[in-house]
């Protein structure tokens, strides 16, 4: 069998690791002999990749304080990777997200020869648009996961390709929720909350304490619903320590992992802002959007804010279709408020679910292509140049 090119990939946290998993499934369709190598995690390992570093060690949270404690360790790894690669150059670098750590790297490999690829256009449109001159120098070719980004790529000379939202594929136009409580042994009946405090453990630190004391003033209003947590593993146990300081223990299920589960099974959602929140609205969830990060983070990363959005769901859907509340206005009151005017009955809280899920169908439909296919297209195109 002809052997197939040699891939380096280097994805960042949990959903870039997704995503790259997704990318490889793909390109293993094209070239069943691909081999790949480089920084990733467990859905890349499940598609044979060879993990040189995992990627949870790229997972950093926040714009200054907290990447600056991560420096050495983050400059180092880039340091040894770029060296083993310029040293053995593969036919193709990929790049998945993570930019402050792949474009510097995208562009030394470049200019050395090899061909690369960055999969998830950087928030531009958002904030730091001062990437724009890095992605030109870094890339090749660009994968976008928003329909409006290769067009907004082009006017800056940047090839790319519009292939769709992977989760979009992953994630059923009508998900199955009598289906999913029965998973989770949740009754069918009766209001459920899905509480999503972040996957990092800064995010935990910062977000969780509020998320709960706010769940708590949920619980109070409303005393027959179920509360629930996906959490990963290593961070069980400080999610579990923020529900006992809010008075919840016993009151709320923690689930390992199972985050699409939970989604598919709540009527509503407390979620911190991130993917999870483009994950939400796929469920055609109703949720608000919280933040909290260190106080200086936050400063300097609202004055590079481009977009008075800061949630997924309002930033595509161009409108405050959610509420955001974010780092002061992220009181446990304020998040409850916002909680309960989804949850509480009434006729005028059900029409504005279903005017929300409605929205949130319409996104779908639009995020919702052959990702794996339409990469690896673009991919073979970029490798045959």
């Not at 790949?36 to 060690?57: K, L, V």
């Not at 136009?173 to 042994?185: K, S, V």
Request: hydrophobic letters at 50%; glycine letters at 6%.
């Amino acid at each position: 069998m002809t052997p197939g090119p040699r891939i380096a990939m280097v994805a960042g946290e949990a959903s870039g690791d997704l995503l790259a998993g997704l990318l490889l499934g793909g390109m293993r369709a094209v070239w069943p002999q691909l081999q790949a190598f480089g920084i990733g995690g467990p859905q890349m390992a499940a598609q044979g990749f060879d993990a040189w570093w995992p990627s949870e060690r790229l997972a950093v949270h926040g714009y200054s304080v907290e990447l600056l404690r991560r420096l050495v360790e983050l400059l180092r790894m880039r340091r040894q990777l770029r060296t083993r690669l310029l040293d053995a150059p593969p036919s193709l670098f990929i790049g998945v997200d993570a930019p402050d750590f792949n474009l510097a790297l995208e562009a030394d490999l470049r200019a050395a020869g090899t061909r690369t690829v960055h999969f998830v256009c950087p928030s531009i449109w958002a904030w730091r648009a001062d990437r724009v001159d890095k992605i030109r120098r870094a890339a090749d070719h660009v994968l976008c996961i928003f329909p409006f980004e290769p067009e907004l790529l082009a006017e800056h000379g940047i090839a790319a390709t519009y292939v769709g939202h992977p989760l979009a594929a992953v994630i059923p136009r009508e998900p199955d929720r009598a289906a999913a409580r029965a998973q989770l042994g949740l009754a069918q009946e009766g209001p459920v909350l899905a509480v999503l405090p972040g996957s990092r453990s800064a995010e935990v630190q910062y977000i969780a304490p509020a998320f709960f004391e706010a769940a708590a003033l949920v619980r109070k209003a409303l005393p027959a619903i179920k509360i629930v947590v996906p959490a990963v593993p290593v961070l069980q146990e400080r999610i579990a320590a923020s529900v006992r300081e809010a008075g919840l223990q016993g009151a709320v299920q923690i689930v390992t992992g199972q985050s699409h589960t939970v989604l598919a099974a709540c009527d509503a959602t407390l979620i911190a802002s991130g993917t999870a929140t483009l994950e939400a609205a796929l469920f055609k969830r109703p949720m608000v959007i919280g933040y909290r990060m260190q106080p200086l983070s936050w400063r300097l990363m609202r004055r590079r804010q481009l977009q008075p959005w800061v949630g997924l769901p309002n930033i595509l859907c161009r409108d405050f279709v959610v509420p955001e509340l974010i780092q002061d206005a992220a009181t446990p009151a304020a998040l409850a408020a916002a909680v309960l005017g989804w949850l509480e009955p009434g006729a005028e809280s059900a029409a504005r679910v279903a005017a929300l899920q409605q929205r949130f169908a319409a996104l779908h439909d639009t995020l919702a292509r052959d990702t794996p296919a339409l990469a690896s297209d673009a991919i073979r195109q970029v490798l045959q140049a």
